[in-house]
């Protein structure tokens, strides 16, 4: 039997995927990585990112009014600014000042045609002036390209790993003018020296796959094996951290495995810590129960040679087996931003606050 007692997260060479020579043994690993551990190191990948990662000093930067106008309140598809500790991960405060912003889209819910609510999550995103930051919503928007890319073609190795067909997990997504795609931009401020603080809490992500670039040489991302042990996932140059999303464990029927993970914040002299997650959706109507994938019998028994997975911290995302993709991840959005789903989703704020917003909101 496999020991889920990891204690270290395994490196991928994407560039064996080129080669018939090297590729099975990519996909042997990548077995490994999806059905015991749920994060991987990938390596050698197509995507650009100096010119990015040479911006978010920069965006952090700006003055706190030019943040303040992009607000992710202003938006209904929960993009934007948001300052310092306004979210909440299982009761304490979440020590980040991030911006999300997404691939280009164009929403396609209409006001008073009844449209699904969940359909105006997605949308356009704030950026700030271009002034202010010349070239940065270009460049965003060229790397979020990229990883979209990169996160198709990766479903396909994915797939193959699972003795599936390349196109099997096609059938989760909608047409590419309906599916939009998330990333973040996140910088955890320093603690003092010798204290730990809460960059984010234990949680799952919901999508298939997340893609991290970890944009400064900072530790602090942390995953949790299933004896509940903390394990460090430190930065490695020229490397994306890849994890497995809960619709992605949902729809394997717990063959790929999603893993709690957290991040805590940098102490001392170092500076902040910046990452970009990329999170990779699927359709906003798809429901994962009307989509059964059958596997080989030889994969199943790797999942039995795993063995029952345990309890962990993180419980998010819970709502795969009766509700849409779209309808799962607004819930998530609305209890972590009630301020946003006040002006924008009154009905359904009502529905999860009844009393009224919290002193202090969570979603997980």
Known sequence: ??????????????????????????????????????????????????ELI??????????QEAKDKIIMRNSKHFLGYNKLGAEFTKGHTDWR??????????????EGRGDPDYWSLWGPSQWPEEEQLPGFKDAMERYLLQVQKLSYDFVGLLA???????????QFYDR???MQHRGKIVQYPQTAEG?????????YDAGFLTFLLQASDHKGLQVQNLTGDWIDVPPIPGTFVVNIG???????????????HRVISPSGGTGPRYSVPFFQNIGLDVKLTEHVLEFPPEILKLRDAR?????????????????????????????SHPDVAERHYPKLFKELFPNGAPAQVSAY
């Open 307 to 335: 063995g029952t997975l345990g309890a962990t911290d993180s419980v998010n995302f819970s709502e795969f087996d009766r509700e849409p993709s779209g309808r799962v991840n607004l819930i998530g959005r609305v209890k």
């Open 176 to 178: 590419p003018e309906f």
């Open 246 to 260: 809960r619709a992605l464990e949902f729809a394997t029927q717990g063959l790929a495995r999603a893993t709690s």
């Open 195 to 203: 204290s730990e603080s809460q960059g984010v809490g234990p949680h």
């Open 97 to 110: 000042e991030q911006f999300d912003i997404a691939t280009p889209h164009v929403c396609r819910a209409v």
């Open 160 to 170: 193959e790993a699972f003795g599936l067909p390349s196109d099997a997990l096609a």
């Open 1 to 50: 039997m496999v020991s889920a007692d990891f204690s270290s997260v395994p490196v991928l060479d994407y560039a064996q995927t080129t080669s018939s020579e090297t590729k099975p043994q990519f996909i042997k690993e990548l077995q490994h990585a999806l059905i015991n551990v749920g994060f991987l190191y990938l390596a050698n990948v197509p995507v650009q990112t100096d």
């Open 54 to 63: 040479a911006y978010i000093p920069q965006l952090f930067a700006l003055p």
